[in-house]
């Protein structure tokens, strides 16, 4: 099994930033095995949507409506990927979701971090 640990939500006002960063673990064995990571976002009444993805070697996948204001990073050694977000909205709002997948296609997920954009 893969553990996920996402960090760095919280309230930011219109226009903020906020990096967050999510941590794998697991044995290490499994952690090999990990390919893509990503994030996914769920606002109430929603629902869950792809942010960005990034595979090991290097592959990224955005939303459309976010390329230029979210950036999606990974450092394999530290089994870590992170979500810069910028110039954030309000309707950005959502809990923030990371997501990992396998050579064997096992997709695991994060407990989830709030990020909340007031106007």
């Known amino acids: 099994q893969v553990q996920l640990a996402e960090s760095g939500g919280g309230l930011v006002q219109a226009g903020g930033s906020l990096r967050l960063s999510c941590v794998a673990s697991?044995?290490?064995?499994?952690?090999?095995?990990?390919?893509?990571m990503g994030w996914y976002r769920q606002a109430p009444g929603k629902q869950r949507e792809l942010v960005a993805t990034l595979t090991r070697d290097g592959t990224t996948n955005y939303a459309d409506s976010l390329k230029g204001r979210f950036t999606i990073s990974r450092d394999n050694a530290k089994n870590t990927v992170y979500l810069q977000m910028n110039s954030l909205k309000p309707e950005d709002t959502a809990a923030y979701y990371c997501?990992?997948?396998?050579?064997?296609?096992?997709?695991?997920w994060g407990q989830g971090t709030q990020v909340t954009v007031s106007s």
């Open positions: 997501n990992a997948n396998n050579y064997r296609n096992e997709n695991f």
């Open positions: 697991g044995s290490v064995f499994k952690l090999i095995l990990i390919n893509g």
